[in-house]
T-cell receptor, first 115, second 112 residues
Framework: AQSVTQLGSHVSVSEGALVLLRCNYS??????LFWYVQYPNQGLQLLLK??????LVKGINGFEAEFKKSETSFHLTKPSAHMSDAAEYFC?????????????FGAGTRLAVHP | DAEITQSPRHKITETGRQVTLACHQT?????MFWYRQDLGHGLRLIHY???????NKGEVSDGYSVSRSNTEDLPLTLESAASSQTSVYFC???????????FGPGTRLTVL
């Protein structure tokens, strides 16, 4: 069965510092992987996704993630944090059992950005 | 623009009452999902539907029901609200393909 583990429920960085949010997955089939962001009192918004092809995926707001099959990882990075990046981030893997698609979400990582 | 809406955005109810949360999408997606979000638990899947007249139980379906009579709507019903069902509820939809889901803005439900 598919599963997702996000290491670190809370991450704090300084403005301008590198952001690294970790995600490891388990999947019995080639995975489709997603990162979502949730700002306070809002729904989830797609940041980026990996399906096939290039393993380095670029998303919105300067974020990117690299699919590493050998490490079963899909870590999210941003070179320079901005105050507006403070939010909760969710990694997800697609469960394609039965020919349909569900998403299996990690527990989330809350990112704090301080001046 | 296509969108997914939820109503009401906030609801306070009493234990034992029946409550229905609405979800409406204009993406023309076949797949619709209901989640609840609680501190420390992330997103948990309640029910989902892959098309009209199709419904399936998720990991936390006890005390909830859904019905799908058209493509656009998937209302979530709490048959007899309990304090443990105080939560934020999100509806999402997806089309065919890789399973990317589009989320509504959420409904904050308080059961007193």
């Amino acid at each position: 069965a598919q599963s997702v583990t996000q290491l670190g429920s809370h991450v704090s960085v300084s403005e301008g510092a590198l952001v690294l949010l970790r995600c490891n997955y388990s999947s019995s089939v080639p995975p489709y992987l997603f990162w979502y962001v949730q700002y306070p009192n809002q729904g989830l918004q797609l940041l980026l996704k990996y399906t096939t092809g290039a393993t380095l995926v670029k998303g919105i707001n300067g974020f990117e993630a690299e699919f590493k099959k050998s490490e079963t990882s899909f870590h999210l990075t941003k070179p320079s944090a901005h105050m507006s990046d403070a939010a909760e981030y969710f990694c997800a893997v697609s469960d394609r059992s039965g020919g349909y698609n569900k998403l299996i979400f990690g527990a989330g990582t809350r990112l704090a950005v301080h001046p | 623009d296509a969108e997914i809406t939820q109503s009401p955005r906030h609801k306070i109810t009493e234990t034992g009452r029946q409550v229905t949360l609405a979800c409406h999408q204009t993406w023309n997606h076949n797949n619709m999902f209901w989640y609840r979000q609680d501190l420390g638990h992330g997103l948990r899947l309640i029910h989902y539907s892959y098309g009209v007249q199709d419904t399936n139980k998720g990991e936390v379906s006890d005390g909830y029901s859904v019905s799908r009579s058209n493509t656009e709507d998937l209302p979530l019903t709490l048959e007899s609200a309990a304090s443990s069902q105080t939560s934020v509820y999100f509806c999402a939809s997806s089309g065919t393909g890789v399973g990317e889901q589009f989320f509504g803005p959420g409904t904050r439900l308080t059961v007193l």
